[in-house]
């Protein structure tokens, strides 16, 4: 009998290595050109593919399948068929299936957490803690799935018995980006899977790879063929596959992670089939440092929340609100902190910021920043490219003067760019913090406790950091409210998105 040690080796050493990349034979187990369909390793039906890129170098890694509508309606029939089957499979059978896929996830580790870092660029440390937070949620929901309770209401009239039960909703499309190319696959997938839905994945251009290589462990897990479909398409036929996904009768719902101008899109394409909804979209982090703040719990807070992953991430801070008898203080102090980044490959010691992910982020980034100079932001450190360490390098910046006009004030800059704008009054800092059409997340530094529950509270986020820059966990309840989104991630929340409650009521009794 396989030995438990065996089994949970990491796939290369268990499989063999199929093509050799430059990336190790611990990667090239999890490395796949074809999407996953119905069990089945496909290539577009056009035979078209792209290619997927290192964004530190531009190097090709791999070309994927470019499937369009005609694919993913393939994709969703398999879904569906498979769905059939998984809704009446029991929450013990589907928990030891997500206990095997995290074993496999984690026996994997670094296969996975260097291919994040090569098609993503993100330093391999931070690639590695993606790894350990995307895991815990199929560790999470394979927990949670067990714990899928209906209830028994009391009923006026003693003659009827009601009750409520939780039933899967069905196949779910999801759609994700590429900042987390992991974790945003694994918050959804496994939280569906363990409701007993089924779903059809569709990951960022930039990044199918991770979701690949998730599709990979799914299948050695042996979650059924069918259950996790993984379709891969570039961006001339990504508005296609999500038209597809929304106007499907046979698809149940969307859980879509991105930015709020594709979430509107998506939500007025469900409107026909009154699809479930989960959206968690873009943010506008304000980080509010008060006069009582302990400025060094600040600058460690404002350097986890605003560069890891360069920036790009969507809860990062983005408007930096500084009571003005200390700015001067802690502009000092993280500029100092900001001084120990290291800009490079990510796959090296010592990294701390890979670059940007491609060239239309990265020229995003220096529009906005030229823009606020052309309307009198001052440059304290930064304010350019750096392209001594690549072409889609930006140096980590901090701006000064910065008004509520400029775009990188109202809307997220996604790099690494602390924009400063002062304030006098706990008041003035609420007002300025909520004056935004988003409400993602925010987070404020402050030793006064009075002051700790009334600004919490007052705060129009979906979630707050309150002396704490780094605010996501498997056990959280993940989202926004206004236009960062609908529904929460994580959590027992997170089940609430794929279950639909059925009342039943026992009459004549
Ligand atoms: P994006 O442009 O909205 O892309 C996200 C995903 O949507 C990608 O898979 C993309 O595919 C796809 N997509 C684009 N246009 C589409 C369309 N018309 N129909 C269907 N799918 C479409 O966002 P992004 O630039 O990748 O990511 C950055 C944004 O995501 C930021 O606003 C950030 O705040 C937000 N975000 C939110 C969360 C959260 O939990 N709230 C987490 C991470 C990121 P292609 O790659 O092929 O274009």
Redesign the pocket.
């Known amino acids: 009998m396989e030995s438990m040690l065996t089994k949970l080796a990491p796939a290369a050493t268990r499989l063999g290595v199929r093509r050799m990349s430059s990336l190790g034979p611990e990667v090239d187990v999890l490395l796949k050109d074809k999407a996953y369909v119905n069990g089945a390793w496909i290539g577009a039906a056009s035979g078209k593919t792209f290619q997927v890129t290192n964004p530190m170098n531009s190097q090709v890694i791999t070309s994927v399948p470019d499937m369009n509508a005609a694919d993913v309606s393939l994709a969703v029939d398999a879904a569906n068929d498979a769905f059939q089957t998984w809704r009446g499979t029991t929450a013990k059978y589907r928990s030891d299936l997500l206990r095997k896929w995290f074993n496999l996830c984690v026996a994997n580790h670094e296969g996975l957490a260097k291919l994040l870092t090569a098609e993503q660029g993100k330093p391999l440390a931070e690639s590695r803690g993606e790894l350990v937070y995307g895991s815990s949620y199929i560790e999470w929901f394979s927990e949670e799935c067990r714990r899928i309770y209906g209830e028994v209401a009391q009923s006026p009239v003693a003659s009827k018995e009601m009750m409520f039960i939780r039933q899967p909703i069905g196949v779910v499309g999801m ?6 190319p992991n974790a ?1 696959i694994t918050r959804k997938v496994a939280a569906a899977l363990a409701a007993g839905c089924t779903c059809v994945v ?5 990044t199918p790879l991770s979701a690949l290589a998730l599709g990979v462990l799914a299948e050695e897990a042996g979650i059924p063929a069918g259950v996790v479909n993984v379709i891969t ?3 001339q036929h ?2 296609e ?3 597809v996904l929304c106007e499907s009768p046979k698809v149940a719902g969307i859980s ?8 509107k ?2 939500y007025r394409q469900s409107a026909n089939t009154i699809k479930r909804l989960g959206l ?4 506008n982090a304000a980080f509010i440092v008060f006069d009582s703040a302990n400025l060094d719990l600040a600058v460690q807070g404002c350097m986890a929340s605003k560069f890891r992953n360069a920036g ?4 990062s801070t983005n408007r930096v609100l500084v009571q003005e008898s200390v700015v001067e203080e802690f502009i000092g102090k993280l500029k100092a902190a900001m001084d120990n980044l290291v800009l490079g490959d990510g796959m090296k010691d010592g990294v701390s910021q890979g670059p940007i992910i491609n060239k239309s ?1 990265f020229d995003k980034i220096c529009e906005m920043v030229q823009e606020a100079r052309g309307q009198g932001a001052e440059i304290v450190v930064g304010g350019e490219p750096h392209k001594s360490a690549g072409e889609l390098f930006y140096k980590p910046t901090i701006l000064t003067n910065v008004t509520e006009s400029m775009s990188l004030y109202r809307e ?1 800059i ?1 790099g690494p760019v602390v924009s400063i704008k002062t304030f006098k009054t706990e008041e003035e800092a609420l007002a300025l913090a909520n004056d935004s059409r988003v409400g ?1 997340a925010s987070y404020f530094y402050s030793e006064n406790i009075s002051q700790c529950f009334r600004v919490a509270k007052k705060l129009e986020t979906g979630m707050v950091g309150i002396n704490e820059g780094a605010i996501s966990a498997a056990e959280a309840a ?3 409210i206004k236009e ?2 609908l529904g929460r ?1 994580g959590s027992s929340h997170g089940l609430d998105e794929y279950t639909n409650i059925k009342y039943m009521c026992f009459g004549n009794l």
């Open positions: 759609i994700t980006p590429w900042n987390f945003m569709k990951p960022a251009e930039d398409s570039s961006r990504t508005a596959v999500g038209k879509f992670t991105g930015s709020t101008k594709v979430g899109i998506l968690e979209l873009g943010g790009q991430t969507c809860v982020q997220e996604f993602l993940f989202g926004g960062s989104g991630e």
